[in-house]
């Protein structure tokens, strides 16, 4: 059994930032990956960072590197996105993912999610 929450969303001009948290409970080979994806309305849902037990293996997509920042604290089993220069663009639903080892990029790899939270950039 695995228990994702996540907070943090909201509603912020474009060029602001947002720090996102998911906190995880469960068995620990479950919570190896922890991952953030997001969706926009009317668009599929989309793989956007990842980030290993350890933190040795991080990876993000395209559109968002240089601006956002995934960081886990293991102790506390717990997974974050800091967003900074936000865009129009990023306005979607975020949510928090984990599966076993090894970080994969497709949603349908991850068995476990949380509940999602809005995040909205105004232009």
């Known amino acids: 059994q695995v228990q994702l929450v996540e907070s943090g969303g909201g509603s912020v001009q474009a060029g602001g930032s947002l720090r996102l948290s998911c906190a995880a409970s469960?068995?620990?080979?479950?919570?190896?990956?922890m991952a953030w994806f997001r969706q926009a309305p009317e668009k599929e849902r989309e793989f956007v960072a990842a980030?290993?037990?350890?933190?040795?293996?991080?990876a993000y997509t395209d559109s968002v590197k240089g601006r956002f920042t995934i960081s886990r604290d293991v102790a506390a089993n717990t997974v974050y996105l800091q967003m900074n220069s936000l865009k129009p663009e990023d306005t979607a639903v975020y949510y928090c993912?984990?599966?076993?080892?090894?970080?994969?990029?497709?949603?349908?790899?991850?068995?476990?999610w949380g509940q999602g939270t809005q995040v909205t950039v105004s232009s």
């Open positions: 469960g068995p620990t080979f479950s919570t190896h990956t």
């Open positions: 993912a984990v599966r076993p080892i090894p970080i994969r990029t497709i949603s349908s790899a991850y068995p476990y």
């Open positions: 980030i290993s037990r350890s933190g040795d293996n991080v």
